[in-house]
């Protein structure tokens, strides 16, 4: 048990650490395909027969779940006989893969920036990647409670119940149980489609969950405590609610996080077209809120380490553990993951093809992009053919550009715009300016049916006159509705003495974080301008990610490995429409 613990340890560090990144194939992908395999060949010699679908289903749960536990287990051999250090390796990667923190914390959390910044269609897409329910019809509350129920499930189907395993039988268990896991999500529904092969599967999910939910919804109940929620309401409807489900586990941490959070969750639900009907589980002291899927997500992380806690008590206290040799190279090789972690390095060039080296943050979200879906030269850029992505094509503004035939642009090609609102002068004096062409070119760009978004070129020395900024943008907007952020846009003067010549990188931070919640203040969605050398040496990135970024690269593609949602790619670009170059963009939407 003690290998297994500390290979745990380190495949929950990977987990926190990478999750499951998107160019990375997932063994569970692996199963799912063999499942859907097995399912149309036992549907093909069943035909309609229930018995025989019964029997089938027996046989897919056995040719899915045996292999899953024994292809694991034959490569650790191998691997073993190679080196132990490349077997510890294996184990520890698989049991980062194994656990589903990371991502069922990124997937709610983009689910709760949606409904703060009331985008309620975008969050409805977001949950439904991570509910079987329908959500075309949600509201925000049905949205969030949706999110809400999932992450409280999922800590004991995706993190606990791994863990359990995982600390009993080591890496083959584990592949076993998220084989069962698996099985049961795509056949183990009781409508008249999966009703007879699904059967075996269906129930062999609730005999193998059935000790780890009861032990999550108890670790839960003792980490509403910790996290100084409504522990004593937790341990109430965990005691009254735990079995109103049809599922016999589906409820137990489900109940716990209703009562800790003091709201009612279930009820009712749509499934392929069809109202399913179901109890309520909670009492409803109030309605459910976005904020509580952060509170859920906090309950996860807490239970997660409480779980971890009480099996290291149980090999310090229980087991009288003795390291050996392999245990002791699993310490090292831990430290050493984290400092190649830490110790990973970039170098990139600057507009000015200045030559920079950085180190990478592992904590700050990472893009998906896939530049080979990148074509065009530095002037006419495209990114089309990734089918996780919509990309539309924009410039940027300012009085610079002259007078502005805002048709020609639209017939351009062009989807969106972003205007420079006004300025700040970067004497001592710190004026604050419109752009003499801001009115012009908003009412221009909206007539042409341009998306729109505005920023404000900074040269604050404080947060208040980070605020006054805000405050003047604010004003200068009054009731303009926008498509696109409001961009904090600092930068330092190179070619002269500045106000901002002493501020340094955290400043910089601080004032953005000012800006910007400011501008969210007056209903604005608020953005950060930045390039690579800002992300290396002056922004806190970590403080800033709630933020979408527009990035600016004139590189053949970004040099950034950190997330972007705007990327200017050009200084020189040709417009209809426009006298002179212009600044060409792409906005990266998910599909």
Avoid at 352 to 374: A, F, N, T
Avoid at 415 to 421: E, N, P, T, W
Avoid at 526 to 551: C, H, K, R, T, V
Wanted: hydrophobic share 40%.
């Amino acid at each position: 048990m003690t290998e297994y613990f500390l290979a745990c340890v380190a495949g929950a560090v990977l987990d926190l650490i990478f999750g499951d990144p998107v160019w990375l194939y997932h063994p569970i992908r692996i199963i799912g395909n063999w499942i859907a395999f097995l399912e149309k060949g036992i549907r093909k010699l069943a035909g309609n027969s229930e018995k025989k679908l019964k029997i089938g289903g027996v046989v897919l749960w056995i040719l899915t779940v045996i292999p899953a536990w024994g292809i694991p287990m034959l490569c650790l051999m191998l691997a073993g006989k190679v080196h132990p250090v490349l077997k510890l390796l294996l184990e520890v990667f698989w049991c980062g893969q194994i656990f589903a923190a990371k991502s069922l914390y990124q997937e709610s959390m983009r689910v709760y920036h949606c409904l703060k910044r009331d985008r309620l269609e975008a969050a409805r897409k977001v949950v439904a990647r991570i509910v079987g329910r329908d959500t075309e019809a949600l509201t925000a509350e049905g949205v969030a409670k949706a999110a809400v129920e999932t992450v409280a499930e999922n800590t004991s189907d995706g993190i606990i119940a791994p863990l359990f395993y995982l600390l009993i039988g080591g890496v083959p268990l584990g592949f076993a149980y998220k084989a069962v896991n698996t099985l049961d999500s795509m056949v183990g529904y009781k409508d008249d489609t999966y009703r007879a092969i699904g059967w075996a599967s269906a129930k062999l999910d609730d005999l193998f969950n059935w000790i780890p939910a009861r032990l999550s919804g108890l670790l839960m109940i003792l980490a509403a405590f910790l996290l100084r929620l409504d522990g004593k309401g937790a341990w109430k409807i965990f005691k009254r609610d735990r079995r109103k489900h049809a599922s016999p586990n589906s409820a137990q941490t489900e109940s716990v996080c209703a009562g800790a959070l003091g709201v009612r969750l279930a009820g009712d639900a749509w499934y392929f077209g069809k109202l399913y009907p179901k109890a309520y589980i909670g009492d409803e002291k109030r309605k459910v809120e976005a904020e509580d899927i952060k509170r859920a997500n906090y309950l996860m992380f807490a239970t997660e380490f409480l779980m971890f806690l009480l099996a290291a008590i149980l090999l310090v206290g229980g087991l009288q553990v003795k390291f050996s040799i392999r245990e002791r190279m699993a310490i090292q090789e831990e430290k050493e993951e984290s400092q190649k972690a830490a110790d990973q390095t970039l170098t990139f060039r600057d507009a000015s093809g200045k030559d920079y080296r950085m180190k990478i943050d592992p904590s700050v979200e990472k893009h998906s992009y896939d530049w080979s879906y990148l074509s065009g030269d530095g002037r006419e850029k495209e990114y089309s053919g990734d089918k996780n992505y919509r990309v539309k094509k924009g410039i940027d503004v300012s009085a610079y550009q002259g007078t502005i035939d805002w048709e020609k642009v639209k017939a351009d090609g062009i989807d969106f715009v972003f205007l420079r609102l006004g300025y700040r002068g970067y004497a001592e004096e710190g004026t604050l300016n419109e752009d003499e062409k801001f009115e012009e070119n908003l009412k221009g760009a909206k007539d042409a049916g341009l998306k729109v978004g505005v920023y404000f070129f900074s040269q604050a020395t404080t947060k208040k006159e980070a605020e006054e900024e805000a405050a003047f943008v604010k004003k200068l907007l009054g009731k303009t509705k926008l498509d696109l952020p409001v961009i904090y846009d600092p930068e330092r003067i190179s070619a002269e003495e500045a106000r901002t010549d002493e501020i340094t990188g955290k400043d910089f931070t601080g004032f953005a974080l000012a800006f910007c919640g400011k501008i969210e203040k007056a209903g604005y969605e608020a953005g950060i301008y930045s390039n690579m050398y800002w992300e290396a040496f002056e922004f806190d990135l970590a403080q800033l990610e709630e933020y979408p970024i527009w990035y600016a690269d004139y590189e053949d593609t970004p040099q950034t490995p950190y997330r972007f949602t705007f990327w200017q790619y050009s200084e020189e670009g040709t417009v209809d429409g426009i006298d002179g170059p212009v600044d060409l963009d792409l906005w990266f939407q998910e599909k």
